[in-house]
Antibody
Framework: EVQLVESGGGLVQPGGSLRLSCAAS????????MHWVRQVPGKGLVWVSG????????RYADPVEGRFTISRDNAENTLYLQMNSLRAEDTAVYYC???????WGQGTLVTVSS | DVVLTQSPLSLPVTLGQPASISCRSS???????????LNWFQQRPGQSPRRLFY???NRDSGVPDRFSGSGSGTDFTLKISRVEAEDVGVYYC?????????FGQGTKVEIK
């Protein structure tokens, strides 16, 4: 079955940076859009960003536009989210999910706090 | 942005009884290609979301047939014909027709 495994979360100070990774397996990674969705603990799901299979198109939610960069390495079957200028309100569990939102990883917690 | 409004936000249900969740969109979810990209997800406590339905009414593999999805345009419904204990969790609708993708606020289903 499709597997998505996120990593890279942790504690970071406001204004800091973090790069999340999502290792994908058991499907043709380069054929699918991939997305990041976040969830503040105890709150709802919020779409963050998406990238087309070949990396040619990217989309962002307004709150992260200009601060976050989504990218992918199709040779390594890995999705990334570079997060800069982090704010307290970016604190959340970040999930990677495949096009159609049919498969999700287990999530990685990002905490932005001094 | 497309706003999805779910109701109710909390749904206490007796085991074996039916449950229904509404999801209303601020604009039509019919894509220019004719498809309607409205998904339903279940998130059990401590777990990642799990997709139940795609394109309104297409049930994902492994989803019990006591779950059903219906609707069109701007009004959609998720129904559980007979609630079981394993159905406890939060249910979200999500639209994939328009950018940015958006989710409803979530409906918490609990057993009375």
């Amino acid at each position: 079955e499709v597997q998505l495994v996120e990593s890279g979360g942790g504690l970071v100070q406001p204004g800091g940076s973090l790069r999340l990774s999502c290792a994908a397996s058991r499907f043709t990674f380069s054929s699918y859009w991939m997305h990041w969705v976040r969830q503040v603990p105890g709150k709802g799901l919020v779409w963050v960003s998406g990238i087309e299979g070949d990396g040619s198109r990217t989309r962002y939610a307004d709150p992260v536009e200009g601060r976050f960069t989504i990218s992918r390495d199709n040779a390594e079957n890995t999705l990334y989210l570079q997060m800069n200028s982090l704010r307290a309100e970016d604190t959340a569990v970040y999930y990677c999910t495949r096009e159609g939102f049919d498969f999700w990883g287990q999530g990685t917690l990002v905490t932005v706090s001094s | 942005d497309v706003v999805l409004t779910q109701s109710p936000l909390s749904l206490p249900v007796t085991l074996g009884q039916p449950a229904s969740i509404s999801c209303r969109s601020s604009q039509s979810l019919v894509h220019s290609n004719g498809n309607t990209y409205l998904n339903w997800f279940q998130q059990r406590p401590g777990q990642s979301p799990r997709r139940l339905f795609y394109e309104v009414s297409n049930r994902d593999s492994g989803v019990p047939d006591r779950f059903s999805g219906s609707g069109s345009g701007t009004d959609f419904t998720l129904k559980i014909s007979r609630v079981e204990a394993e159905d406890v969790g939060v249910y979200y609708c999500m639209q994939g027709t328009h950018w940015p993708k958006t989710f409803g606020q979530g409906t918490k289903v609990e057993i009375k």
